[in-house]
């Protein structure tokens, strides 16, 4: 009996050994189901209807199974694709200007010759403790002409001449700045805990071989700091795509924002100014699904490349 009861006591044992990890893991995946898959789902299901009426327009409205129609109506426009083309254009410019200034500032802070490094860390962080709404009220005071201080400088620079801000071709670029603003800072500090990481007798032995701090830096600390460069680069991608906040903040300051400027913009008027929620679902779908495929291309190329590695 003794040798039986120890035997089951054992069994209970080493069931409880291998059903620890998934009582550890049960409650993230709770949360990630519910707050992430639950959501995607109900949006794809929305985006397979729309909402009609009956009596032209003056009857009880229904819910109606349209299949892929909606997602048609918006792959035809040329509305969607040209918020698109807009982010893609301001990712281009602003993403590779963003991930080289938090590189430059996150070497010279690592160098032994700046004082007060932890001072300028935390300053140069703080713009990313300001929320994008606020960051756009605070910049918009510099760009309207009629109260910034900035606009009457930039008309005394020869060859200058009147300079709108806010106008039809210079607005992507203001928004630009905001964003390059706001993250760059986010960004040198992923850029100094990889520094950090990197063991300091590799720096002892290349100053031994008779390498200057430029050398150290280009041969030695940038090609490490690739794999934080990269999951930067994603990142900033990602939130590239889905620019919300700046624009919508500065459209009710200038006529060259328009409701559909970016595509979550499109999605957010399409949904509570026209009402119609299953085609701003459709909108958010195609949105979340270009976003897999810039980010699943980026990932692939670095991971070839030994970046990620």
Sequence with gaps: MA??????????????????????????????IGLFIVPIVYAIIQALYTQKTNGLGFGVSRTVFVGLANFESIVQSGTFWRGVGRVALFGIVQIPIMMILALALALVLDTQLVRLRRFF???????????????????????LPGLSPIVPLLHHIPGLGHVNLVSRGTVLWSIANIVTWEWTGYDMLIVIASLQSIPPEIYEAARVEGASEWQIAWRIKIPMLAPALGMSG???????????????????????????????????STAFSSNNYHEAAAIAVLLAAITFVFSFLLLTTLSRRGVLQ
Excluded: C, D
């Excluded at 860390?121 to 756009?136: Q, S, T």
């Design 3 to 32: 040798s039986i009861t120890l035997r089951n006591r054992g069994r209970r044992r080493r069931q409880q050994h291998r059903i620890a990890p998934y009582e550890f893991l049960a409650p993230f995946f709770i949360f990630f």
């Design 121 to 143: 860390r935390l300053a140069m962080f703080l713009p990313y403790a300001v929320p994008g709404v606020i960051a756009a009220i605070l910049w918009s005071f510099l760009y």
């Design 234 to 268: 994603l990142f900033s991608i990602i939130g590239t795509l889905q620019l919300f906040n700046e624009p919508l903040v500065l459209k009710s300051m200038t006529p060259a924002i328009t409701s559909s400027y970016t595509p979550n913009m499109y999605a957010y």
